[in-house]
Nanobody
Framework: QVQLVESGGGLVQPGGSLSLSCAAS???????????MGWYHQAPGKDRELVAV???????KYAESVEGRFTISRGNAENTVSLQMNALKSEDTGVYYC??????????????WGQGTLVTVSS
């Protein structure tokens, strides 16, 4: 059973920075191949939206609202992903969820979500 553990949320002032990390456990024997790891943002009272996704160590996609401010990267350890958030704005406040998509040993596409980590941008 693949599980995601997130860390790094907290309170930060506008213009500040935070780094989020996510590690997938239980992948041995479960994951045939990974397709993507990403981060989603859910602001209070709104739907969950894609922030950034990384398909390989070089193929990355960002939401327009975070382009140039956020950077997604894979860790040295397999199945880890980080999100460096700079120049944070009040509208970046919300819960950030890690997402992992992979094909299992039966070649079925599986999607796993982390429990979410709260980011609050406020003075």
């Amino acid at each position: 059973q693949v599980q995601l553990v997130e860390s790094g949320g907290g309170l930060v002032q506008p213009g500040g920075s935070l780094s989020l990390s996510c590690a997938a456990s239980g992948t041995s024997g479960s994951v045939f191949s990974m397709t993507a790891m990403g981060w989603y943002h859910q602001a209070p009272g709104k739907d969950r939206e894609l922030v950034a996704v990384i398909v390989s160590r070089t193929i990355k996609k960002y939401a327009e609202s975070v382009e140039g401010r956020f950077t997604i990267s894979r860790g040295n350890a397999e199945n880890t992903v980080s999100l460096q958030m700079n120049a944070l704005k009040s509208e970046d406040t919300g819960v950030y969820y890690c997402n992992f998509k992979y094909y299992n040993s039966d070649r079925e596409l599986v999607e796993v979500w982390g429990q979410g980590t709260l980011v609050t941008v406020s003075s």
